[in-house]
DNA sequence: ACCGATTCCCTTACACCGTACAAGGAGCTT
DNA sequence: AAGCTCCTTGTACGGTGTAAGGGAATCGGT
């Protein structure tokens, strides 16, 4: 299968765990431990290790069950679905960015702010590549992404853009990144798995393109575009389109900026 | 399930249909027509409208065997894999973008180029929401998608950026696209699955919110953004949110400019 | 007109998935 | 000791992608 764009099967129509999912306090017994030391905790925290390890596909139930020594439906006195589930982990990684206070410092700039948010979640996306899917398909309503998301907001705040297009700049600063770290991550995933360098890939898929003379325009327009930039691999080409982006797009908000 | 975000089982590890695919020519055979009508184009343009009702979830090799009154194996005849048939089908949707031809006419305004392009990618993306995850998963080496890619570089390199922050340009632009158009057309989707319009299920989800207290901020946040733009409807919104992206980035492509 | 090769489609079968359902066992309260 | 609640498990259903092989129709060559 190619692309984890989908999971919906008839059931009642759930928005997101943090609305309508079980109490998190299943588990957590009066007297003592679970029999089977499970707990809501444990299983997110596996999901996650499960989910770095060996990709969104690779991910079932039965699993992750295993990995912990239990049966699948074990897991679902935790969680009401696959789908909670994933919203856990999704939530939990996006806890790992460390968010910068705006308005603590009133002389921080918010440039420095805003690049070093933005590289974060990059880094986030590319750290987890099964977390782009999710997000992209769930609400995002927990409590780290809302955290994430009033500290974008504030921070935009900050940069003198006006109010009634503070929306857009953050659209246009945070989808660049998600889609940038999408296939950022992507790309490295596929890298990993076959067993190559980036660098390797990259050239044995220049091969491959360059044995299809219709392709022949896009292999001259990359060659182009790889020279005209400073680095040799591609590592170094990406961190330099990354921060020429964002570079970019911190001009457009001076520019649409009152002074 | 939740996203589309993954196929990929312990197979020889292919890189894309347009590189070690099975010939296109299967079908037409010599002397008249296939026994059950079948063809790799009906089988593609099939799968497009399929995935257009139903979405990616749904679709199923099986599903679409129905549809064409076949047993799914006889599709395999045609194509190797789910995989292959959704790369064919992404690169069938990609057709559709009308592309400017920046280089014929020297007078017309790259602005106005780019704000018709990123419209355009936009509307594809929330036309076919299946889209995005497949976009992120393959290498979108289809010849629809290189003509997309060769057009949006040939219309970069008439904004007078400098060659070396043309990728980063592009990347801006249309990492931006991309995410904005997978977020709106997901919650599209979500919307019609749910029989709601857009603006009923706002209302809805910001009521289901509103009962827990420790999402109040992001409630007031929300409120706060929706008051500073003029639109009352969301589409209203997002539109207003979607140019004034595209603006942002345009001011800071001038800004970056060599003059 | 015959024959082997090619092309096309179908049947069967495998391993796997998410999860509904119901029965069971352990521990606490009474 | 009985009962209750919490937790775990076994089994089963209806789906998935697709490997392997069988059989029919049609082709090219004779």
Redesign the pocket.
């Known amino acids: 299968?190619a692309a984890a764009a989908d999971?919906d099967?008839k059931?009642p129509a759930r928005m997101s765990v943090w609305l309508d999912g079980k109490a998190a306090s299943?588990?957590?017994?009066?007297?003592?431990d679970?029999?089977?030391?499970?707990d809501r905790e444990r299983i997110t925290s596996a999901t996650v290790r499960l989910l770095d390890a060996e990709g969104l596909a690779?991910?079932?139930?039965?699993?992750?069950?295993a990995e912990l020594?239990?049966?699948?439906?074990?897991?679902?006195?935790?969680?009401?679905?696959?789908?909670?589930?994933l919203e856990l982990a999704s939530d939990a990684v996006a806890g790992e960015l460390v968010l910068p206070d705006p308005d603590a410092d009133p002389d921080a700039d918010w440039r420095d702010q805003l690049r070093d948010l933005t590289q974060g979640y990059r880094a986030l996306l590319v750290r987890h590549p099964w977390l782009s899917p999710l997000v992209g398909h769930f609400l995002n309503i927990g409590p780290n992404w809302v955290a994430l998301s009033l500290c974008v907001q504030r921070l935009i705040r900050r940069t003198g853009l006006p109010p009634e297009r503070q929306a857009g700049g953050i659209a246009a600063v945070f989808q660049f990144v998600y889609g940038f770290g999408t296939i950022e991550g992507h790309f490295r995933k596929r890298c990993a798995e076959a067993g190559l360098t980036q660098d390797e890939y990259f050239a044995h898929a220049m091969g491959a393109v360059g044995g299809r003379a219709e392709l022949a325009p896009v292999m001259d327009a990359a060659r182009e575009m790889v020279e005209a930039r400073s680095g040799e691999t591609v590592d170094d080409m990406r961190d330099h389109d990354f921060t020429s982006a964002v570079d970019l797009l911190i001009a457009g908000i001076e520019a649409r900026t009152v002074r």
């Open positions: 299968m999971r099967t059931r299943r588990g957590r017994r009066a007297g003592g679970q029999p089977s030391g499970l690779k991910f079932s139930m039965r699993r992750l069950a020594d239990v049966t699948a439906m074990s897991l679902y006195w935790y969680v009401d679905s696959k789908d909670d589930l």
